[in-house]
């Protein structure tokens, strides 16, 4: 657990890094939602990712808020930081138009790997200490 917190923190610290770069402005191609000629379906990630996902580095709860319009919201504590994502492919998204991550979207879990580093998220649903 300590290790996937680490790596949870790691993946926040470095979105943070890239938050330095100036949002997409108004109308760039940066939605998620599921093209018009897919299929909303409870295996397709683009709709799976949508909502907010939880997991906890140290003692402080992160969560990461996946919105249908390209919007993603991270939360460390009390430190509220906004960013945006797009889909490459079902398997990868890039947030800020500058960090890749790669993920696999469940039900029951949200990981995101980049490089060697692997954080596990899960529902806001489920229960969180």
Partial sequence: MKKVSILALSLLVACVACSSKAPAPSGSPTAVAPSADETPTATNPRTLIIGTWWTMAGSSRVTLKFGADGTL?????????????????????????????NVVVAPDKLTITRGAEV???????TASP
């Fill in 119 to 125: 954080s596990t998220y899960f529902p806001e649903a």
């Fill in 73 to 101: 919201v991270a939360t460390v504590g009390a430190q509220v930081t906004p960013y945006t994502y797009r889909w490459l492919d079902d398997g990868t998204i890039v947030v800020n138009d500058t960090t890749i991550e």
